[in-house]
């Protein structure tokens, strides 16, 4: 701990006290005083370059004679926050994460959605051979999967950015559970997306929905806040919209495609985030040329299995006027936004997967 906070002050990053008093007083501590208040005395780029370097040294303090935590814990720039209701972690933004528009993707920043809110599970104990199962649930061999999820993209980080997710989780009735999660830019704290979902409890061997039992429920809720937290506290927020099962013939489609052997994940299904990539195949080139998605709803209905052919069909959602700019409860801000349907069915069976819906705002370059 010592030498790291000595390179720090080596580099210039602590300019406020010396290193081994700071190493002394930080000991032990979730976060460094000693290089967060650094940070404010130091202006524009360089002071996001400190608050990205003194993350790193919280993350190293709060391991700082932690016993019986693998490296990987050890190393992650996340932890609980100090009620323990809550759990945060920064990512930096990788070069194969971006896409034409150099900013990250959909599929990356639902990816880092998925990883904290595993991180999360293994932070309070839960299992590591399973996205964030409980005791109960491994000896009853029950796993989590996806029955809803929705993402709102503000503002797309870059190549390099680094973003700061907060997730929590709370029980959803007697069927399921519920995660959420805000997205931040950590060196400006602007709140660029956020993002619920649903989750429901599934038998792994008999692949049947199973109800939440109290054992399970209690092994969980310990962890999650007292009263509700919604990271979509607005009424009649998007999330809460249904979506409407898409007419036939749909305007676009993307016919027979195949899930890949990576696409599959250790529930023995091909993973939630591998459908948003099948949903935006069958969007019209001259919408992805001229916008960005805004705003995705996934509705989850069928797993999807490794020989299972997928075709994803698409058609503009039409509001009470014929207009496909906005729906009838649109606000007037939001006039701008291109809206779609999406269904995902079985090429062989023609059994519905996935229902969803995007919301995609004029592209500024």
């Known amino acids: 701990m010592a030498e790291m906070l000595r390179f720090c002050a080596a580099a210039g990053l602590i300019r406020c006290r010396e290193a081994p008093v700071a190493a002394a007083e930080c000991r032990g501590r979730r976060r460094c005083a000693a290089v967060r208040c650094s940070s404010r005395a130091i202006p524009g780029q360089e002071a996001a370059d400190v608050a990205a370097a003194s993350r790193l040294v919280a993350g190293v303090v ?9 490296l990987a814990e050890r190393l992650r720039l996340g932890s609980l926050v100090p009620d323990g209701l809550s759990y945060k972690e920064s990512f930096v933004v990788r070069c194969y994460e971006v896409g034409i528009n150099k900013t990250a993707t959909v599929e990356t920043i639902a990816n880092l959605l998925q990883e904290v809110g595993c991180n999360h599970a293994q932070s309070v104990g839960f299992s590591t051979d399973g996205f964030a199962t409980t005791p109960t649930m491994r000896k009853l061999r029950l796993i989590w999967v996806t029955s809803r999820m ?11 950015d680094v973003v700061e997710i907060e997730t929590w989780c709370q029980g959803e009735g007697r069927i399921g559970t519920r ?12 709140v660029i ?18 109800r939440v039992s109290d054992e399970v429920r209690e092994e969980y809720l310990v ?16 999330s809460l919209k249904k979506i409407p099962k ?6 676009y489609s993307r016919l027979g495609l195949v899930p890949r052997r990576a696409d599959l994940d250790m529930n023995q299904h091909v993973n939630n985030v591998t459908y948003i990539g099948w949903v935006l195949e069958s969007m019209p080139q001259e919408i992805i040329d001229t916008h960005e998605l805004q ?7 069928r797993e999807c299995q490794h020989d299972d052919a997928v075709d994803s069909l698409t058609s503009s959602e039409f509001a009470e006027n014929g207009s496909t700019n906005g729906t009838a409860t649109t606000k007037p801000h939001d006039q701008e936004l291109q809206q ?16 969803g819906r995007t919301e995609w705002r004029k592209l500024i370059r």
């Open 340 to 355: 779609f349907l999406h269904f995902l069915k079985s090429s062989g069976t023609g059994l519905e997967i996935n229902r």
């Open 246 to 251: 898409l007419a036939d013939p749909a305007q």
């Open 193 to 210: 997306g956020r993002a619920t979902s649903k989750w429901v409890m599934m038998n792994q061997d008999t692949r049947k929905l199973q």
């Open 295 to 301: 705003t995705i709803t996934l509705d989850y209905r």
């Open 179 to 190: 995660r959420d999660w805000i997205l931040k830019d950590l060196a400006t704290g602007e």
């Open 223 to 238: 962890y999650c806040p007292r009263t509700p937290r919604l990271a979509f506290p607005e009424e009649n927020n998007g």
């Open 150 to 160: 929705h993402i709102e993209i503000y503002k797309y980080p870059a190549w390099g």
């Open 62 to 70: 709060a391991a700082d004679g932690a016993e019986g935590k693998g």
